[in-house]
């Protein structure tokens, strides 16, 4: 008897227990799937999270970029920024938080972004309505040197100041102001053909 009640609990009972098992299958498959595509999908959007948290780091000049960097925010944003072209071996600072308002600074090879002991080369890009008149006419005050360069462009500074140089660009409600603590630099960029340009 005590053989064949172990045959009847192994009868009846095994088969149960491989029932429940088999109905608990579906339910931890579905587990893990609901548990593999949430972590994906909690990867994939703080992958794009950190993505934009990066761009806007960049955007606020949290961030020094190479060229290449540079100009893949700018295309990307649909920024006018102006610039006295790239620098070798320089990193760039850009600050478009107001877009009327933006600015470059330029960061030497070897230069910090917290470096606040050196002043480096510096492009700001304005929004300023008739800018060629504007700045044509600020040349005709006291102190004032206004000429128009070989690119066709309103170019001011005052002569007590060389270091800041304005240029009102043709055609366009756009003001540059080029800022460089060396010498005749400023004025130098001013100058030349198609050193002033929009980074594209």
């Not at 064949?4 to 009972?13: F, L």
Request: aromatic share 10%.
């Amino acid at each position: 008897m005590l053989d064949s009640g172990i045959r009847e609990v192994t009868g009846i009972y095994e088969p149960v227990r491989k029932v429940r098992f088999r109905r608990v299958i579906p339910y931890v498959v579905t587990a893990l799937i609901f548990s593999t595509v949430s972590f994906g999908a909690e990867y994939y959007f703080n992958t794009k999270r950190s993505a934009s948290e990066e761009v806007l780091l960049v955007l606020h000049g949290g961030k020094a970029v190479d060229e290449a960097e540079l100009r893949h925010v700018v295309a990307a944003n649909h920024l006018t920024v102006y610039w006295v072209g790239p620098e070798k071996g320089a990193k760039y600072v850009l600050n478009a938080a107001v877009l009327s308002s933006i600015s470059l600074r330029y960061l030497p090879q070897g230069s910090s972004l917290t470096d606040t002991t050196s002043t480096y080369r510096e492009v700001g890009t304005f929004t300023s309505p008739d800018a060629f008149n504007v700045t044509q006419k600020a040349g005709t005050q006291a102190n004032g040197v206004g000429f128009v360069n070989v690119d066709g462009n309103a170019v001011y500074y005052d002569s007590r100041d060389p270091k800041n140089v304005y240029i009102g660009i043709k055609g366009k409600d756009i003001q540059v102001e080029i800022f460089d603590p060396r010498p005749d630099q400023s004025l130098a960029a001013a100058i030349m053909r198609h050193q002033v340009q929009q980074i594209k």
